[in-house]
Structures are given as structure tokens and as C-alpha cells.
């Protein structure tokens, strides 16, 4: 059990609130990928966002076409890519998103247009480890197509996409893949009579209350009609957007990655090793929202027009379970290296990072046992959007 002892009502609140606003203050500077290219790196351990990203390639090229036949492209095309992280899978997103608009200026005999590209996310992102693939990036393109691609411009474009990012009237197209089930923050209510509302967990789980879920909920609403205002603003009379980000199906489905973490570091906290205020303290900022939650608030805000609704299943291993990889041990260790990759400098800020090889080498012993007992999955929704009138 841990060694130290509860502080009086009054001094425990007053501690919530001070880390409680610390960590606000502190959090567009620690939600970020892990960086660089090692062998712990985000971009040595995407591949679950790669398969996304390629099994949306095809639901957008199947969709997008039919919505771009009247569109005018006036010479050149601006594409952004909010939260576009680090790593190879950055510039996949842009050769898809390329290959489809070449393609329908061919089939339209439209001159192809020049291409500027916006790499978003927030300060803290590793774009330098963007910046040195764009070389071979622009060569590929230059062999692959040949006179069939105009010029192609790429910049970096720091900032928190819950907010403004570009000018007015001034994106064609914008793209997000697997961060807008990122909030802005966690939501700030989860405090009630000093005490945590959520105490014992680190997201939505079987033992929270409904007042969480419904702070979790609150938050994402506000958070994505912001989103989406500010998209309006940016977006010009035609221009779309297509969004990937994790839900679930049921409303009252709750297990998630997020809760398995949490039962780790509950039991790490019965053990002494990790402090139970800090796990009170920590709430994760995400949500993942319901179909009917999505469009709910699509239609609440108003700015744009949902020309397409899909979703599909991801395993947690990316689905490597078949291609071969079938051993519970190995697949465990895999989604905690991904996730590890992902969660990593937003545990460290709120943990320290002297338990993170103890935390994961745990979690992976605990996937491991999860799948043989169930199917461990995430519900991706993709949304393809349209500026309202």
C-alpha cells in the first residue's frame, strides 16, 4: 500500500486546483508523439494509423469524386493536414490525397493544379523529422507523375486546430486523421465537494458516474463545434474536409485503451510505486464519441453539410493478428510499444517518467491476457463534410 497519508479536505482541493490548472496551462506542450526515429518513436510504431489511413484512401477516392466534378481548382489547390504528427505516414496522407485530385483533373481535362500543402499540428510536433523525408518525398512524386503534377509547395503550420489556422476563404481541402477524439484539455469538472468525480480512473470506465461520462461529453461538443466554426471560416464556398477519428457504436460501451491503462496504474498504485493523488489527479483528453453524438453536433453547429458517414473496425494490433501474428504475448507487446509511442509524453508530464518501463512492460502483460478472453477493437468514424450555406 502507499506510504503517505490523505490531506485535509480543504488542502487536498486546493492542491487539485493548482495542478489541476498547471496542467492545462502545460498541455499543448506535452500532447504530442513521441519524436525522432528510434526504436520507441511514433514513427517506428504507427502502423495502426497507417492501415486507417490507407483504408480511408479508399472510401474517400470512391466519394470524393462524384462531389469534385464542378469544382474549380483557379491554379492552385490548398490541402491542409490537421494534426498531421511525424513520420512517414505524414507524407502518405499528402501522395494519397495528391494522386486522388491528379487523377480527377485528368478525367475532367483540367489543367493540374499547383499544389500547397499545410503540415498542422501543435508546437511541440517533431516536423523536422517531416521536413528531412520531404527530399525524397518530392523526387517520388517527380518520377511517379511526371508532367501529370504541377508544382508542389509543403509548409509547416504550428497552432491548435481548436482555433484559427488560416485565412479566410482560404483551404480547399482539409484532412485529419485519428486526432479529434484528442480534446482541447479534460474536462475541468471533474472535482465535486473536493474530491475527484473520477476517482481511480484516468478516463470513462465501469466504475465512473454519469456525471463524467457527460463531462467527457460536454467537453467534446464544445471542442468540435469549435473545430468546426473555425473551419468555416478558413474553408472556401466548395471546399471539404474529411475527418477520421475514433468513436464507439453503443453509448454505453466503455472499454477502451485508456481503461486498461488505468488498470495498471491502479495496480501500480496499490503497490506503492505510484503516488494516488497523481492518479486522481490525471484525467486523459480524449472522447470517443457515438455516431449519433458526431452528427448530433454537426447539425447542432450548423457550418457544414455531412455528405458521408462511415465506419469500420481496426484491431488494437492493427490487425496483425491476420497477417500471421497470432501469438497473445507478441500482439500484446505491440500495442503497448503503438500506444506507448502516442501516450508517452502526456504520462511522463503527469507520472514522471521513472515508472514508464515498469507502466508498459505491465500493460503489455495485461493486453495479453484481454485477448485471449475478447475482440479488442476501435471503432473509426470517417465523415466527409461540405461547407454549408
Known sequence: MCSFHPLPNFLWWCFFLSASISFLMTIERVLRMKGGVGEKSYANNSLLQRKVIMKVAAIVEENLKPLMSNTTFN???KVADLGCSSGPNTLL???????IIIEISLKLNHETPVFQIYLNDLFENDFNT???LLPDFYKSIQQEKGENVGACFINATPGNFYGRLFPTNYINFFHSSYCLH??????????NNAKPLNKGNIYISRTSPPSVYEAYFVQFARDFKCFLKSRFEEIVSDGMMVLTFIGRETSNEITSIQEVLGLVLNEMVQEGLVEE???????????????????????????FTLQVMKTFKMGWDANLHNDGIVDSKMRGELIAKYHRAVFEPLLIDGFGENIMDELFSRFAKLLAQLIELETLEFTNIVLLLTKGL
Not at 496522407?93 to 494522386?99: A, H, P, Y
Request: glycine share 4%.
Open 75 to 77: 491554379g492552385c489547390f
Open 130 to 132: 517531416i521536413f528531412k
Open 277 to 303: 493523488e497523481k492518479l486522481d489527479l490525471f484525467n486523459f483528453p480524449t472522447y470517443h464519441p457515438t455516431v449519433e453524438e458526431v452528427r448530433q453536433v454537426i447539425e447542432a453547429e450548423g457550418s
Open 93 to 99: 496522407v499528402i501522395s494519397n490525397i495528391l494522386n
Open 182 to 191: 484528442w480534446l482541447s484539455q479534460a474536462p475541468k469538472d471533474l472535482a
